[in-house]
């Protein structure tokens, strides 16, 4: 009998292709060039099961027509980049990698804040260009992080992971929104406090902090209205997904000194960053890092592998989204 015929539409960690390899009958993308919608299109036509990552783009017309595809193992717990209910009216199943790039995207989140409360990012240019003079009471003043407020948008796995290490790590205060009420006793754990809208969580916060998923139901969640309602000197964190924060609001309300500063790992329109963004000084750019550990992203490669494994078998795969 023959094997399933899967594409991986990027290259992974040696062991999560080396499990694929050996359960299927796989093509691996050798040159790890992200996919054009005409190559993801021809995609769908001769794969059993094609295996995306937050790279690809799958619109509704890469649906288009017929298909051969059963299943999408996506590499990554967000799925924005994919028409779901496209996929879903062909059939095709869509699972995520959820859980296992919990305590690194947390982690990420938090180099953010205390590299752009502490302007470790600047601190570094400077010395790197040679521009230090040496050390002076007002160089380089920035803000403390222990004991400040931080509000975080989305209290789900990794919501939950931040809010431990600002609070027991930091003695921060924490308070969130989230759609969904959140047992009291859970939100206890983290010392944490449930507030009824995004508006009350902004008042608030020292620091913000986005841990919502993307996609046109938060598109741009942080708009020109909401960078208004944010204290005066405060922060923003974004370790979710570009869509959620209007670029435009924020590069706006950076240059007004609105917001005191902000810390990125994901942009709108990846890989391109704004240049005006590129060029301040109170910002911390990093390059979509929060998954980026050695084990973390294997975890997650074998994830997809449990997932189109039972799939092909017959069951019900674990992290199944539509």
Known sequence: MSRPRILVTRRWPAAAEAALAERFDATFNEKDIPLGLDQMREAMTAYDAVLPTVSDKLPAS??????????????????????IFAAKAKGILVTNTPGVLTDCTADIAMLLLLAVARRGGEGERQLRAGAWEGWCPTHMI?????????????FGRIGRAFAQRCHFGFGMEVVFYNRSTIDAAEAARYRARQLAT???????????????????????LMNAARFAAMKPGAFLINTARGDVVDEAALINALETGSIRGAGLDVYEAEPQVPEKLKSMDNVVLLPHLGSATQETRTAMGMKVVENITNFFDGREPPDRVV
């Open 62 to 83: 890469v649906f288009e027509g017929d298909t051969r595809t059963k299943i999408l193992g996506n590499f990554g717990v967000g799925y924005n980049h994919i028409d």
């Open 142 to 154: 920035g803000t403390k992080v222990a004991g400040k407020t931080v509000g975080i948008i989305g």
């Open 198 to 220: 995004i508006e009350e969580v902004l008042a608030a916060s020292d620091f913000v902090s986005l841990h919502c998923p993307g996609g046109s139901q938060n598109r741009h």
